[in-house]
């Protein structure tokens, strides 16, 4: 019996809403229900066919019967007009025009449908061609395909060696039809000729149970029983490549994390919201979420980014349907958006599913699902309200807009404003000046009779030497000298470079490059290397590089000041030093007894007015003078000075492993990473911490690259405030600070195990990596999967960089 039901009432904030509520006299748990923009099917007593309108829920229920035995699948058409929908059971497959049906229920008259086949074996999956004029239906380990028009089977696809559990059709080449089964493989078909065009390899530990094919980023996405959702690539120069895996488990578990992290972020209404203890015994008795259903979602964006730097699709989202409750999925980011657990929810009468069908209205920004009982006989259908869904889980919020670019002056009370006292009292006459001082001010104090003037303006006049006025310019070093400083601009368009040009050997014994980086005209690369060695090579990759030795253990940070005179490096001999590049000579040392631990990084900062570091839990701020003069009895002592302005600790006293800030341009914001999985964003203009991100990955962050431009490119502003993460085992992140998203995932590399690193081309457009398997990969910053493998190296790719004047990758690897 069929009876309508209120969960909670028409509450403005009321998240879900049990619409419908009907008590059947068969099990249907493992039926194929269906939901369009009209209706929700679903099965009756066995072999009745039950139609709900979503538009007049007032409605009396349409029923259309004609099937002998209990429907096992159901579909809806792709046309407004006629809508048809199609059902099978073990004893037949129908198809019913509903306009007709609607009208003949009125009349008083038995609605009627038309046989397409009959005796087919369990069906157990039903979808209609894009065009409506053909069926696919899964029966066994075969798919048949069969004609609308004239009910007839076209063509039976053979192939799977277990149950077909779903098919759908390409969307942009209809003639395409995809397939999973239990056999955790699936295969793709041209049904008009009959033939396989792919055959995939086993891939997963558990059979496939759904099917999704994403249309505009023209994506394959299948789920599988132990709730991993396996993501392939339909571009046809991929050729079926693997995108992306997720674990739903874990997904669903970092998205409560950071929801119990952050502040304010409870369901609206009491009775609705789950406790911590709940949360925490809930994810400790489920094993896995089994994949039921992938559905398109249309998510009302409340906290519009406004970058204008990533495409349209990156912020498409699906609908997870699992036994246990609704996910929204975020498809270029790899992330849940929200989660709706039905245990959550004590007025539905369907606490586990069986079955699911989910639809979303754009219009009016709601959602209706359908579900069946796992254990028993209820079928109810559910109005999600998107609107309340998106506030009651939005994600942290900074108190302030959130920027690299500086959008206020520079406090007096803030340590950055040493930095810029600084920088107004420099000028290029000031070291002629002092000296004029200096010169003068030894003289003695001597008082004369007559004064016209105190004699001390000018120094003593001393010639020390005679410059020759005679000598002939040589043509062609001014020429070279003229080509050397004429500055090119980096080409935008230009594509990834793809073969090699040049491989040089950094040592004669097998050596790993742990760390290189190039100087901001393009004209010099820094490596360091694990036998604690730094090497500064021309850009070209010719002539003999310079060798900076005095570290005892191997390097880990190299880092270029603004200006290219200084090279900064840190060790894990738990030292820092700052090198003097045309001297090749060491300026200034922090050693062991200045640092508590180790230096996992260290750069210049604020347009080389300070040296930023993290050793241990502290983020320091060093403000540091720089002296080349050597004292003629002391020349192993550097007469350069250092003092520590500012230490932040991170939250929890976490260690911190990566941090970045930008030193081309005056910014505020500093990027830390902790060993808790925390990325944390600090205001250096007010010396506190400003945002922080809980379980950013599910691994500790080994770097953060910043989005910093090049001095030969002009980006859009926007696009300075992207940055990249990554962690062992998960891929590359991308993260936009304004709203402290994650906006885009890149896990096509294989990193299982070492600390491979990432690196921003100088134009914006690309992310490259490095990779185990002896390649580096190229994402653009458009698309989940790589588009460039460059090959030709003989051991893992530890480290890639790209040249800031130039289209060019350096990756070396862990033995150059």
């Known amino acids: 019996m069929a009876q309508e039901v209120s969960c909670i009432g028409d509450c403005e904030d009321t998240i879900i809403t049990e619409k419908y509520l009907a008590e059947s006299t068969e099990a249907s748990s493992h039926v194929q229900l269906a939901c369009s923009m009209l209706y929700c099917a679903f099965p009756l007593h066995g072999n009745q066919l039950c139609l709900w309108s979503i538009r007049d829920p007032s409605h009396q229920l349409l029923i259309l019967q004609g099937h002998l035995q209990s429907i096992t699948a159901m579909a809806f058409g792709n046309k407004e007009n006629p809508p048809l929908i199609c059902s099978a059971s073990q004893d037949c497959l129908m198809i019913w025009n509903l306009d007709e049906c609607r009208e003949k229920s009125l009349k008083g008259l038995v609605p009627r449908g038309t046989v397409m086949g009959t005796l087919l074996e369990k069906v157990l999956y039903l979808r209609f061609s894009p065009d409506d004029r053909v069926v696919a239906a899964c029966a066994g380990s075969r798919v048949l395909v069969l004609d609308v028009e004239s009910p007839s089977v076209l063509v039976e696809l ?431 040392l922090l050693d062991r007894g200045r640092l508590c631990k180790p230096v996992p990084s260290a750069q210049f900062y604020y347009m080389d007015a300070f040296i930023l570091l993290s050793s241990g839990q502290e983020l320091q701020l060093l403000r540091y003078h720089v002296d080349p003069v050597r004292d003629e009895i002391k020349r192993y002592k550097p007469r350069s000075r250092y003092e520590c302005v500012l230490r932040l600790s991170t939250r929890g006293a976490t260690e911190v492993t990566s941090l970045s800030a930008v030193n081309d341009f005056y910014s505020h914001v500093v990027l830390t990473a902790g060993r808790n999985r925390t990325l944390q964003v600090f205001d250096l203009n007010t010396g506190c911490s400003a945002a922080v991100i809980a379980e950013a990955h599910s691994r500790p962050i080994h770097q953060i690259c910043q989005n910093k431009g090049s001095s030969f490119t002009t980006q859009q502003f926007q696009a300075y405030n992207l940055f990249l993460t990554t962690a062992v085992g998960e891929g590359v992140r991308l993260w936009d600070l304004r709203t402290l998203r994650c906006e885009r995932s890149f896990e096509g590399h294989p990193n299982r195990g070492y600390p491979c690193r990432i690196a921003f081309s100088p134009c914006g457009r690309f992310v490259a990596c490095g990779a185990e398997d002896r390649h580096a990969y190229v994402y653009n910053l458009g698309c989940s999967t790589f588009s460039h493998r460059l090959a030709g190296h003989t051991d893992t790719v530890s480290e890639v960089a790209f040249n800031p004047a130039a289209p060019q990758i350096h990756p070396p690897t862990c033995h150059a």
């Not at 006989?377 to 500086?406: F, H, M, N, Y």
Request: glycine letters at 6%; proline letters at 5%; one cysteine or more.
């Open 158 to 588: 053979e192939g799977h060696q277990g149950t077909v559990t779903a098919a759908e059709f390409c969307p942009w080449q209809g003639q395409i039809l995809i397939s999973v089964s239990e056999d955790r493989s699936f295969k793709v078909w041209d049904h008009c000729m009959g033939t396989l065009v792919y055959s995939s390899s086993v891939f997963a530990a558990y059979p496939l149970l759904s099917l999704f094919i994403h249309e505009d980023s023209k994506q394959l996405l299948t789920g599988c029983a132990d709730g991993q959702l396996w993501v392939f690539s339909l571009v046809e120069r991929h050729r079926y490549r693997c995108v992306a895996r997720v674990d739903l488990r874990k997904r669903n578990k970092a998205f409560f994390t950071r929801r119990m992290e952050s502040e304010g972020c409870s369901l609206p209404e009491e009775s609705q919201r789950p406790s911590r203890k709940m949360l925490d015994q809930g994810e400790e008795a489920e094993a896995a979420l089994p994949i039921l259903m992938l559905a398109s979602c249309y998510l009302p964006r409340l906290l519009d980014a406004g970058c204008g730097v990533l495409p349209s699709e990156s912020s498409a989202c699906l609908w997870i349907a699992s036994s246990t409750g609704l996910f929204i999925f975020h498809l270029a980011s790899l992330e849940l958006e929200h989660a709706l657990h039905f245990k959550d929810f004590r007025c539905l009468s369907v606490q586990v599913a069986g079955s699911c069908a989910v639809t979303s209205q754009a219009a009016d920004h709601k959602a209706f699902c359908l579900l069946t009982s796992m254990f028993g006989k209820r079928i109810a259908i559910l109005e999600v309200s998107l609107d309340t869904l998106v506030r009651s889980q939005q994600g942290p919020v900074p108190e302030k807009a959130l920027s690299v670019l500086a959008s206020s002056c520079v406090l007096p009370t803030s340590p950055l404003y040493l930095g810029v006292v600084k920088g107004k009292s420099t000028k290029p006459s000031g070291q002629k000046q002092s000296a004029v001082q200096s010169a003068v001010g030894d003289q003695p104090l001597v008082f004369h009779a007559k004064v016209r003037s105190s004699g001390y303006a000018l120094p003593p006049r001393v010639t020390m030497f005679s410059p020759k006025t005679n000598i002939k310019k040589d043509g062609k070093r001014s020429s070279k000298c003229k080509i050397n400083c004429k500055r090119e601009e980096y080409p935008l368009e230009t594509s990834v470079p793809s073969k090699p040009s040049k491989q040089v050997a950094v040592c004669q014994e097998p050596t790993a490059v742990s760390c290189v980086q190039f100087s901001g005209d393009g004209r010099w690369l820094a490596c360091g290397l694990a036998n604690s060695l730094s090497l500064i090579f021309e850009a070209s990759l010719t002539g003999t590089p310079a060798a900076l030795s005095g570290h005892d253990g191997a390097v880990s940070t190299l880092c270029w000041s603004h200006d290219q005179r200084w090279l900064l490096s840190a060790a894990q001999d738990q030292t820092l030093r700052l090198w003097s590049v045309h001297r090749k000579e060491l300026l200034l």
